[in-house]
């Protein structure tokens, strides 16, 4: 086949959205025409706004800055079978990205705002759901955004992450490294990375077989335990933001994002929390569970519980003053509002019922 676009023209100007395209096969025939249109014989030729004022409406309409440039297009948009005097004004700002913008040149009005940068702020992953499905006993995995919670925010929520941009939200799309978490696997406990899970076009399709529990082979599932602890540590980001847990009470993000060590070898059978003062990261450590064949960071209880202990230690002596729980009373407290704070998440007062395989009473 060969494919012919034509861009027809009403006295040189030519017709935006008007483009004729044709398909031919090898013996020369027409397969396929589609554009092709009757228009009005009548239309109106003049130009009221001019093409300077054009630019200035369409910065307007996408709310781009005053002095960003543009390029503008005298055409002919063809709504129905009706050419209308227009100007096509093309954008590119820094932050929002392309725009196409079409400003009629009659009314001034936009006729058509089309964004022409897509990036990667609407990842998605296959995980446990937070809070309502903690882990594999309550339920299966779904596919959820990785871009804020929760979802019905919408895309990187403006009010924690104002740029919207990728990147500064939870991930670029591209591996479980963020704003606020960089998840890897630690398996020779070295504190260094083994490898990240990796998205392809933002999307993390990670297999889950829960190969340990039924095999005792923690390796299958190693990228779904990755990005389940990944979505679980920004939700818990997202969601103390809004109580109040933001960078002046020393939360974690940018400078500090947590770092989370998954199938950890230096943990058995735990999970630990280590809390620096601020502008240090701190290290979520999510070990396996050889006596019950559970992988920790299939758990949001223990997920919550243990970025919980970051919260607190934060928060009692300031941002500066991390050792405020250390003794036997305060550190029991510690322990007390850790499971408090992974209960009001998850709505159920019984933590880590999936590691210690005892939905009854958990850990």
């Known amino acids: 086949m060969d494919h012919f676009s034509f861009r027809p023209a009403i006295d040189g100007i030519p017709l935006l959205n008007g483009n004729v395209r044709v398909h031919v096969d090898e013996k020369g025939r027409v397969v396929r025409a589609t554009g092709h249109r009757q228009l009005v ?61 079409v400003i009629s040149a ?34 299966p995995r779904s596919v959820e955004s990785l871009s804020g919670w929760p979802v019905d925010e919408g895309t990187c929520p403006t009010d ?29 406990a070295d504190n260094v990375c083994d490898g990240r899970a990796l998205g392809a076009g933002g999307v993390f399709s990670s297999l889950f077989v829960d190969s340990y529990d039924q095999a005792g082979d923690p390796v299958p599932d190693r990228d779904a335990a990755m990005v389940n602890a990944f979505y679980w540590v920004n939700a818990l980001h997202d969601w103390l933001y809004r109580l109040g847990f933001d960078e002046a009470s020393g939360n974690f993000q940018a400078s500090d994002a947590v770092i989370v060590d998954v199938q950890d070898g230096a943990v058995t059978n735990n999970a630990t929390f280590s809390t620096p003062p601020a502008g240090i990261a701190p290290r979520m450590q ?42 036997w009373q305060s550190g029991a407290m510690g322990e007390g509002w850790s499971d408090v704070l992974s209960a009001s998440f998850t709505g159920d007062p019984i933590v880590g019922e999936y590691v210690a395989n005892n939905p009854a009473s958990g850990i």
């Open 160 to 188: 924690l992450y104002p740029s919207g941009a990728p990147g500064e939200c939870w991930t670029d799309g591209t591996a479980t490294i963020g704003a606020n978490a960089d998840v890897y696997l630690d398996l020779n």
């Open 41 to 101: 014989e009548t239309i109106t030729r003049e130009f009221t706004i001019e093409a300077a004022d054009s630019a200035t409406r369409a910065r307007d309409e996408v709310a781009a800055n005053p002095n960003t440039a543009a390029q503008v297009e005298q055409v002919y948009f063809v709504q129905g079978d009706v050419p209308l005097p227009a100007w096509r004004v093309y954008l590119e700002t820094p932050v929002q990205g392309a725009f196409e913008v």
């Open 286 to 327: 999510l070990g396996l569970y050889p006596w019950s064949l559970r992988d920790s960071a299939f758990d949001g209880d223990i997920i919550v519980h243990e970025y919980a202990h970051g919260v607190t230690n934060r928060l009692v002596g300031g941002p500066s003053d991390v050792a405020a729980l250390s003794l």
């Open 106 to 139: 009659i009314s001034g009005d936009a006729l058509r705002v089309t964004p022409l940068t897509h990036d990667i702020g609407s990842s998605t992953g296959a995980v446990f759901e937070a809070p309502d499905t903690a882990h594999p006993l309550v339920g």
